[in-house]
């Protein structure tokens, strides 16, 4: 879905159509996410959801990291910075939770699976290293955004594994809005960052499509 200025306009500025953008696309709106959000599936579903997310997500550099070097001005920088930081912590926990959790359940077609994954991964990586303006910082946003609802996950993981996770220390949402609005204003800019927002948004959402396929998998084993 190319954004174009009129669209942005009519959707509140930047910020606007990036709020509607995770609204519709991030992980929030996919009901396999709201299943293990309220821990409605076994234990073993939540823990290949963690392990995938490592996977995805649990390298390092990621995806803030390598968006960084893109930054074009101090309070872009700032941003990036602070939540390269703050997302090293959630990287520990995502560590420290799929060790908790043990191996990935026994699932058909493993080897289909990882290779999805690691392509998911290949895409992410592509994104926060491009070199188009914008686009990195726009990924790196929708990280952050879609973090929440990913975070829910990994919480409901944690309680039923009996590990306690500290508060997320990633920037809160007005201050993501507010960096935002001082990105906004050259059209070409903006539609690159609804662009790697969008982009990134689609890759999770390939990944719960992955996850609850491989759900349904363990169920018909």
């Not at 959707?11 to 709020?19: E, F, N, S, V």
């Not at 959630?90 to 959790?101: D, F, I």
């Amino acid at each position: 879905m190319p954004f174009d200025s009129v669209q942005i306009a009519r959707q509140g500025g930047i910020w606007g159509a990036l709020d509607a953008l995770a609204a519709s696309d991030g992980s929030a709106g996919h009901p396999y996410v709201g299943r293990l959000r309220q821990s409605m599936e076994p234990l073993r579903d939540l823990a290949d959801a963690a392990h995938y997310l490592c996977l995805l997500h649990g390298r390092h550099p990621g995806v803030i990291d390598h968006a960084l070097p893109h930054a074009r001005d101090s309070v872009e920088r700032a941003w990036l910075e602070a939540a390269a930081e703050a997302f090293a912590a959630e990287r520990a926990l995502l560590v420290q939770l799929v060790a908790a959790a043990g191996p990935l359940p026994s699932t058909p077609g493993q080897a289909e699976s990882d290779n999805a994954a690691l392509h998911q991964r290949h895409a992410v990586e592509m994104l926060s290293q491009s070199d188009r303006a914008g686009c990195a910082t726009g990924t790196a946003l929708a990280l952050v955004l879609d973090w929440t609802a990913i975070r829910a996950v990994l919480n409901s993981a944690a309680e039923r594994l009996g590990l306690e996770m500290p508060e997320t220390r990633l920037p809160p949402i007005e201050e993501t809005a507010s960096v935002v609005a001082e990105l906004s204003g050259e059209t070409i800019i903006e539609r690159a960052i609804l662009f790697g927002a969008e982009q990134l948004f689609a890759q999770h959402r390939g990944l719960w499509e992955l996850l609850e396929a491989r759900m349904e998998a363990r169920g018909r084993a």
